[in-house]
């Protein structure tokens, strides 16, 4: 069983910026697909980010609404996964969630509250 762990959220005024990490248990991290999804209140869970394994090439994805504000990124020696997150905005504010997937498995983080304020 993989377990993540994010952290990283908080309040930050409009124009701020945060970086959530997300550190996975387990030893398949390298060979999965990780994602960072938010969930605003009242409003289903949306994808934000998303990078392949490093055998796939770790090519990213991003959501229309964030791209040119945030980087996604891994450390594989770290089991680790980052989001970087600029020029941060009212309607950013959400509980981020942390995904790892392989073609058989997946695991979910427990999120981590991002609020920003005008």
């Known amino acids: 069983q993989v377990h993540l762990v994010e952290s990283g959220g908080g309040l930050v005024q409009t124009g701020g910026s945060l970086r959530l990490s997300c550190a996975a248990s387990?030893?398949?991290?390298?060979?999965?697909?990780m994602g960072w999804y938010r969930q605003a209140p009242g409003k289903q869970r949306e994808l934000v980010a998303t990078i392949s394994s490093v055998s796939s090439g770790a090519t990213t994805n991003y959501a229309d609404s964030v791209k040119g504000r945030f980087s996604i990124s891994r450390d594989n020696a770290k089991n680790t996964v980052y989001l970087q997150m600029n020029s941060l905005r009212p309607e950013d504010t959400a509980v981020y969630y942390c995904?790892?997937?392989?073609?058989?498995?997946?695991?979910w983080g427990q999120g981590t509250q991002v609020t920003v304020s005008s």
């Open positions: 995904r790892l997937a392989t073609p058989t498995f997946q695991s």
């Open positions: 387990g030893s398949i991290f390298s060979l999965s697909f």
